[in-house]
């Protein structure tokens, strides 16, 4: 079975600070791992992926994260906030040769302040 | 190009009738997907389609829900009975290679 852990549901920093996002999480399998964010009102966009290769994964609008096995985590990062990236963001988990459907994390609110 | 679609966008319902949501797919996409999202439960997998293969039904909540996918592309998520638990944001994904997954809008159900 696999999980993720996202620690807090929401975030807010100042347009121009680091972002940080935290996502743990759990595979009994070499997982697939997954940041979508989510607008008001719309569907699920993906922001990132890491499947295999390099850890570290450079996805849209800025934003990157690093695999790191040891330490279960998928953390998102963005060197400088934009009022842009408020948002709600999820981290999401597959199987290798599963059916690849997604376990998701609660999923943060970030608020960027002016 | 086109993404995946859903309709309706909001479907509002009394408590014991049947609704229907409509997922159109990415034309050529293969795997086909069902979500819901509810504030209580966050996002969970529902069911998945894969070409011609028996769907993955093993996140369905109850036998009051089913799907089928026509001709491997329109999907059709079905509610039979609907409680009021089942009011949340019904989400469809299609993928290609099983790894990329495009949502659609959702829809809003809300059971009354």
């Known amino acids: 079975a696999q999980s993720v852990t996202q620690l807090g549901s929401h975030v807010s920093v100042s347009e121009g600070a680091l972002v940080l996002l935290r996502c743990n999480y759990s595979?009994?399998?070499?997982?697939?791992l997954f940041w979508y964010v989510q607008y008001p009102n719309q569907g699920l966009q993906l922001l990132l992926k890491?499947?295999?290769?390099?850890?570290l994964v450079k996805g849209i609008n800025g934003f990157e994260a690093e695999f790191k096995k040891s330490e279960t985590s998928f953390h998102l990062t963005k060197p400088s906030a934009h009022m842009s990236d408020a948002a709600e963001y999820f981290c999401a988990v597959s199987e290798v040769g599963a059916n690849s459907k997604l376990t998701f994390g609660k999923g943060i609110t970030l608020s960027v302040r002016p | 190009g086109a993404g995946v679609s859903q309709s309706p966008s909001n479907k509002v319902t009394e408590k014991g009738k049947d609704v229907e949501l409509r997922c159109d797919p990415i034309?050529?996409?293969?795997?086909l997907y069902w979500y819901r999202q509810s504030l209580g439960q966050g996002l969970e997998f529902l069911i998945y389609?894969?070409?011609?293969?028996?769907?993955?039904k093993s996140g369905l909540p109850s036998d009051r829900f089913s799907a089928e996918r026509t001709g491997g592309s329109v999907s059709t998520l079905t509610i039979q009975r609907t409680q009021q638990e089942d009011s949340a944001v019904y989400l469809c994904a299609s993928s290609s290679d099983s790894l990329e997954q495009y949502f659609g809008p959702g829809t809003r159900l809300t059971v009354t």
């Open positions: 034309s050529g996409h293969t795997a």
């Open positions: 890491y499947t295999t290769g390099a850890t």
């Open positions: 595979s009994s399998v070499p997982p697939y």
């Open positions: 389609f894969q070409g011609n293969s028996a769907p993955d």
